[in-house]
């Protein structure tokens, strides 16, 4: 049996991201925390890659640590290390390869632990929802919460309903389209209908032959569908470039911003952190003496007005590259005292952080940042050297 991979998608960085790019999709973040220790957590409908992001981010700002399975092709690479980050389990689909009974012996082994399905399988127009989801739900006795996405509201989160399973698969899945029905995918042509797959369909046979004669034509309907506006991009390749061309040009003029925030929010925690420090001067001294910190006074007194003094200087955007290194020397230090465990740690899989939770880390790749790009276009640094560079141009 796999070891569960420890979930780390309830990171308050990554709720931070979820917030920003809800409030500029204009989406919102709907539901609660389950109140289960254990429970199955669905994700639908699933159309498109997109889905996924959208519910990671959702479940980071709602706090739910799960683990889920994901198709085993986007486990490679960096894009792999994040999966595995928020507790994402490949699954290769090609493979006769049964995940329920390592699901139930996974809850039966921890005393709080939930796992997120997306019961369609896939992000084409399939016949039904997989019911693998169900037996795990069934066998292990646990809840199955009702996690969503729906385009149309502009929502993301916990349905409010929950499943609790009887064993009665087509009475439980009239819950299921009863909540999942009404919500819209990215793309509705290729939902699928909400009923069980099972072998045989479990139906009479003029009711799998209903089905599979609507199912096969919407198929071969969609497929030829999406040829054709495959086949209409490829025919246009001018407007494709000049759109490309005209998004990169107007990418380009505000390519200085992702810096200056960057700047500012680095600026404003080093302010922010240098004025509690000098405000609780004697504090810090005693922390740092607890700490083994040589010449505490004299060290508390400089990192204190460093990170004061500093912090304002970013903000401006004066002496940026020298400040931000400055400054990246004590977050070295914080890693190595204060946060060392907890840095450390983060690099084991028991752990229940990850380096997005250890503050000096992140700060310090920031700064790191800073000292090779420097403040940009909107600070000080930028107009000084604006004015020293025309005051060395021949007259």
């Known amino acids: 049996m796999r070891e569960i991979p420890k979930s780390r998608m309830a990171s308050p960085l990554l709720a931070s991201v979820g917030r920003v ?100 399988g896939t992000r084409k127009l399939t016949s039904g929802w997989k019911t693998g989801f169900y037996y795990i739900a ?57 009923v069980p797959l099972r072998s045989g369909w479990g139906d009479s046979p003029s009711e799998a032959e209903e089905r599979v004669q609507v199912t096969i034509p919407a198929k071969q309907h969609l497929n030829q569908q999406r040829k054709e506006e495959e086949n209409h991009f490829m025919a246009q390749p001018s407007i494709i470039s000049k759109a490309s061309s005209l998004a990169l040009k107007g990418l380009g003029y505000v390519d200085w911003v992702p810096g200056m925030l960057t700047r500012l929010v680095v600026g404003f925690a080093f302010f922010d952190s240098g004025r509690g420090k000098l405000a609780n001067i004697e504090n810090t001294v005693n922390f740092f003496t607890d700490l083994g910190i040589p010449f505490p006074e004299l060290n508390a007194a400089f990192v204190s007005r460093l990170e004061y003094y500093g912090g304002m200087l970013l903000l401006l955007g004066v002496a940026t590259r020298i400040v931000a290194l400055l400054l990246s020397s004590t977050m070295i230090v914080a890693l190595l005292t204060a946060d060392r465990e907890t840095f450390v740690g983060a690099f084991t899989r028991s752990s229940e952080v990850g380096l997005s939770d250890v503050a000096p880390f992140v700060l310090g790749v920031f700064l790191s940042w800073l000292v090779v790009k420097g403040a940009g276009a909107l600070s000080v640094d930028a107009l000084l050297k604006r004015v020293v560079q025309k005051k060395e141009e021949p007259a």
């Open 21 to 120: 790019v809800y409030r500029w999709l204009g989406w919102t973040c709907t539901g609660q925390t389950p109140a289960y220790k254990k429970y199955v957590i669905l994700a639908a409908p699933h159309t498109s890659n997109l889905d996924g992001f959208l519910l990671i981010l959702a479940a980071s700002m709602l706090k739910l640590n799960f683990s889920f399975f994901g198709k085993h092709t986007l486990f490679r690479g960096p894009l792999g290390w994040f999966m595995r980050q928020v507790g994402g389990i490949p699954l290769n689909r090609t493979r006769n390869q049964s995940f329920v009974a390592e699901a139930v012996g996974w809850f039966e082994r921890n005393e709080a632990f939930a796992i997120g399905v997306a019961p369609e």
């Open 138 to 194: 069934l066998q292990a006795k646990v809840p199955v919460v009702l996690g969503y996405i729906d385009y149309a509201k502009k929502e993301g989160g916990i349905l409010p309903e929950v499943l609790i399973p009887t064993g009665d698969i087509d009475q439980d899945f009239e819950t299921l389209r009863r909540n999942y029905g009404p919500l819209t995918a990215l793309y509705p042509e290729w939902k699928a209908p909400i």
